[in-house]
């Protein structure tokens, strides 16, 4: 089943780019983190798709088979099974499958996981690691439900569904 809605092609010129860039680290810089920034989910998509960066989805198999993915994404779980144990080879996956000189988002639920992925990846070496702010599901609400106010999903961005 396909829940994918159509986005136009989204075009950046150097300028968007450098701003999403310097926007991604002042986001970061505000709230102390050490990674290099936090991209919003409509960014991650524009530099996704117009091959500016690669997206990692560090959710479990679990999630990303029955909740959604984004097609074409690479999948490193940042931790593993209903117990979310995590995943001690993520750093040298990630340097395995992608390589620490391409630009990296990293995508999970609500941004939480990524962030500390994020901040584990830039310690090992990635200097150009940002989490994708909000997830794929979002924060969740005063009902404790997600996907009501942001997310990737929420923005109607590009997923599956298997």
């Known amino acids: 089943m396909n829940s994918v809605t159509q986005i136009n ?4 010129d150097n300028g968007k780019i450098k701003q999403i860039f310097e926007q991604a680290k002042q986001r970061v810089e505000d709230h102390y983190l050490e990674f290099t920034g936090t991209v919003l989910p409509h960014e991650a998509w524009a530099l996704f798709q117009t091959g500016h960066a690669v997206i990692v989805d560090v959710r479990t ?10 097609e074409e994404t690479i999948h490193i ?4 099974g209903t117990a979310l144990n995590r995943n001690p080879r993520f750093a040298k996956e990630l340097e ?18 990524s962030a500390a992925a994020a901040n584990v ?3 090992a070496g990635f200097e150009h690691v940002y989490n994708i702010d909000q ?3 979002g ?3 005063e009902n404790d439900h997600r996907g009501v106010f942001n997310g990737w999903r929420f923005h109607q961005l590009p997923w ?3």
């Open 77 to 80: 779980p940042w931790a593993t």
């Open 9 to 12: 092609f989204i075009q950046l």
């Open 61 to 70: 198999n679990e999630e990303r088979k029955f909740v959604g993915y984004v």
């Open 121 to 123: 990846a830039f310690n």
């Open 160 to 162: 599956k569904q298997e």
């Open 135 to 137: 997830g794929f599901e």
């Open 96 to 113: 395995t499958k992608v390589g620490k000189e391409k630009t990296i988002l990293l995508l999970c639920r609500s941004g939480k996981r």
């Open 139 to 141: 924060d969740l609400d």
